[in-house]
């Protein structure tokens, strides 16, 4: 029997089925005495008798016999679902619910997800976009997707990407006709495709030159808040981009964008799943993390 936190009744239904103290305190591996005191116990704060005693046996009174009709059943169907949380299925199931970012889905977790649900038929699993850092606890899910900085000091991190790099990007036509920058105070003389943060403002470039980190405000022919669309954009030479190179691998390879200024651009750490460290971690989540650690290991 898997205790369920519950032991004084406990102790007063084994007392119930074995007849004495003495026996029930060998049901439940306890000592007699601390079987006497858990009734006693109990009996003081009920402020009634529960067991009439001998040297051999207990019967119960008649508030005795009240009681153990009440919580009978109630403790019956506590102790079963203790059982059933105890015993946990070989085949995880359940839902899982994931908080992402904007634009994430689509690049990579949905291929994840996706062969995390064919591997696994009895799990369910529910993604919601959002730009803004949400409290993920309190708005109900099992976890959440973001930057490895932004994860809250009191989660765990399960790294998703490997490191990011930013690339200062546009096509060649957009270079030919509007020069291009050898310095990152020359963008400011460009038409950059920017992205507009949750707060509102406008992200500024952000470069590394001699250990020292700073920052260019680009002067934006367009601003939005999603990723996509800054890609999209770029693509049809509308305007120089600030872009994670993982979005635009393909193009830079195939020198449809053009990247520069990499000598002034430094990876940093990529995103990660996260999820709180101090409750129980259900199950269909430890599967999710071990399906990411191993997909990972097999795409690297």
Excluded at 202 to 231: K, N
């Amino acid at each position: 029997m898997h205790r369920s936190g519950l032991i004084e009744l406990e102790v007063v239904m084994a007392v119930v089925r074995r007849g004495s103290f003495r026996a029930a305190a060998q049901e439940l591996d306890m000592s007699a005495t601390a079987v006497s005191n858990a009734i006693a116990g109990l009996e003081t704060r009920l402020d009634a008798r529960l067991f009439n005693r001998t040297t051999r046996s207990a019967a119960l009174t008649e508030a005795g016999q009240r009681f153990v009709a009440r919580i009978g059943p109630a403790l019956q169907e506590i102790q079963q679902a203790a059982d059933e949380i105890h015993s946990q299925p070989d085949e995880p199931s359940g839902t899982l619910r994931i908080n992402v970012p904007q634009a994430i889905g689509q690049l990579f977790l949905d291929e994840m997800v996706i062969a995390f649900l064919a591997r696994y038929p009895q799990m369910r699993m529910e993604t919601a976009s959002d730009a803004r850092m949400i409290d993920i606890i309190a708005e109900g899910y099992d976890a959440g997707v973001r930057l490895a900085e932004s994860v809250p000091q009191d989660m765990i991190a399960v790294p998703l990407t490997p490191d990011i790099h930013m690339r200062v990007v546009a096509t060649p036509q957009w270079f030919a006709e509007h020069g291009t920058p050898v310095t990152p105070e020359a963008l400011t003389r460009q038409q950059g495709i920017c992205m507009r943060m949750s707060h509102g403002g406008i992200y500024r470039w952000e470069f590394v030159r001699h250990g020292e980190q700073f920052a260019i405000a680009v002067p934006p022919r367009l601003a939005t808040t999603d990723l996509f669309t800054s890609v999209a954009a770029v693509r049809a030479g509308l305007g120089i981009g600030f872009l994670p190179e993982l979005y635009i691998a393909d193009d830079l390879r195939s020198g449809r964008l053009v990247s520069v200024l990499n000598e002034w651009t430094q990876p940093f750490k990529g995103l990660c799943l996260y999820y709180p460290g101090h409750r129980h971690i259900p199950v269909g989540l430890q599967a999710f993390i071990r399906f990411i650690r191993e997909y990972r290991q097999h795409s690297l």
